[in-house]
């Protein structure tokens, strides 16, 4: 039986309904080797055990590090981002995510107040919507009940499964980007910037993505197949990474551009690529700038 961490309630009092509940349970396959055998039925019941109510945080209930171990024990590979951030705070980022107690525990060990990153598994889908960027639920039309969040800066995170491989963005949807294995989103109840904290919005299993959403994704055009990753690129890609995550405001587009013709001068590995992107969208980047600025760096470097 999967506990919400802490052992509290993790699902918000305004319960949502997107529309008429979703058929679908949870993807079966969890994060590499240290993945629990009954990921699918963890995965739900993360949400489905516990009865609406607020965040473990606002009722005096589980730290990060509980909720941190709660979802490692559903099967869900974690790392530590900065405290009222979503910048990894490990030397390889989304790569040291792991669901290994013991290394859980001294993440949070070292600071309390780290805030959650959470992989979702092959076959598993974030649609993450932000209303800042001209993202709403509306232009995704109509959708299934499935577990969605209510993100700190006011948007939602959307989760679906999926048959395939599913990468980019949505034709027609601003503020929607796509998260995926390769990627991470920041989980409940970690806090935002403006101090508002994530949330659980529902106890809906995770529903198929719809066929209309499907048809509507746009793959970016400056990936290409992954190759093996030399040891040269994979040690530079890491400094790579870093160096977009610790960019000021003003000059991460620019600073990703560097980074980005640095990687295409050494191939363009993709796993390189992939993470430059997650490290544009966590410093505030949306993903169709950080498609044009790969694709631009491509065009100049090769």
């Known amino acids: 039986m999967a506990d919400l961490p802490g052992g509290s309630d993790q699902v918000d009092q305004g319960r949502v309904s997107l529309a008429k509940k979703g058929p679908g349970p949870c993807s079966q396959h969890g994060p590499g ?15 489905s055990e516990h009865t609406a109510g607020r965040a473990a945080a606002d009722e005096g209930g589980g730290s990060l590090l509980d909720h941190a171990l709660g979802y490692a024990r559903a099967g869900l590979a974690v790392l530590p981002l900065a405290p009222r951030g979503k910048v990894p705070v490990t030397e390889h980022g989304k790569g040291d995510a792991t669901t290994d107690p013991q290394v859980i525990e001294r993440w949070w060990q070292r600071d309390p107040l780290r805030n959650i990153g959470i992989c979702p598994q092959p076959g598993v889908a974030v649609l993450d919507v932000d209303p800042r960027n001209g993202g709403s639920l509306e232009a995704l039309g109509m959708l299934p009940e499935t577990w969605t969040a209510r993100t700190g800066g006011g948007g939602w ?29 920041v989980a409940p109840p970690s806090v935002h910037p403006s101090r508002d904290r994530y949330r659980w919005l529902n106890r809906a299993p995770i529903a198929m993505l719809p066929e209309h959403l499907r048809e509507r994704v746009r793959v970016p055009a400056a990936v290409r197949p992954a190759g093996r990753v030399s040891a040269r690129s994979a040690s530079s890609g890491a400094g790579l990474v870093r160096a977009v995550a610790e960019a000021q405001p003003g000059q991460r587009n620019s600073v990703l551009f560097w980074a980005a013709s640095c990687a295409w001068r050494e191939g363009g590995d993709a796993a390189v690529l992939d993470a430059l992107t997650d490290a544009g969208v966590a410093v505030g980047l949306s993903l169709l700038e950080i498609e044009r600025t790969l694709a631009s760096a491509e065009r100049r470097t090769l």
């Open 33 to 47: 080797p240290k993945q629990t055998p009954d990921y699918q039925e963890g995965c739900s019941k993360l949400v």
């Open 157 to 185: 995170h959307v989760w679906f499964r999926c048959a395939g491989a599913v990468r980019g963005r949505l034709v027609d949807a601003d503020g929607v980007d796509i998260k995926t294995h390769s990627g991470y989103v």
